[in-house]
């Protein structure tokens, strides 16, 4: 049974700077291209970064490209989203996603999902 825990979310300020991970769990994270992605109140599951097994690979949503930083550790099991000059959109549940095939940026893609960790930026 692979699991996904996400940690590292909560409140700050806007232009501040946060970083959530990731760690997974009950599966080979390396077999695994990794996802973050974004829901915020009444809208639908928006991508934010992706990764691929390697780590070589790395893809952005053009609203985070530049303050945002996927990255991730092979070695603990562990993807991380580096979150810097935070603005109060990027409010949102924020959830990590793997999927086994290849890297993609459609929700539907993914095979397995965290349960998520809210991002709150304040103005």
């Known amino acids: 049974q692979v699991q996904l825990v996400e940690s590292g979310g909560g409140l700050v300020q806007a232009g501040g700077s946060l970083r959530v991970s990731c760690v997974v769990s009950g599966g080979t994270f390396i077999r695994y291209d990794m996802g973050w992605f974004r829901q915020a109140p009444g809208k639908e599951r928006a991508f934010v970064a992706s990764i691929s097994r390697s780590g070589a690979n790395v893809d952005y949503a053009d609203s985070v490209r530049g303050r945002f930083t996927i990255s991730r550790d092979n070695t603990k099991n562990t993807v991380y989203l580096q979150m810097n000059s935070l603005k109060p959109e990027d409010t949102a549940i924020y959830f990590c996603?793997?999927?086994?095939?290849?890297?993609?940026?459609?929700?539907?893609?993914?095979?397995?999902w965290g349960q998520g960790t809210q991002v709150t930026v304040s103005s």
């Open positions: 996603a793997a999927d086994r095939y290849y890297v993609s940026r459609r929700p539907s893609d993914y095979d397995y």
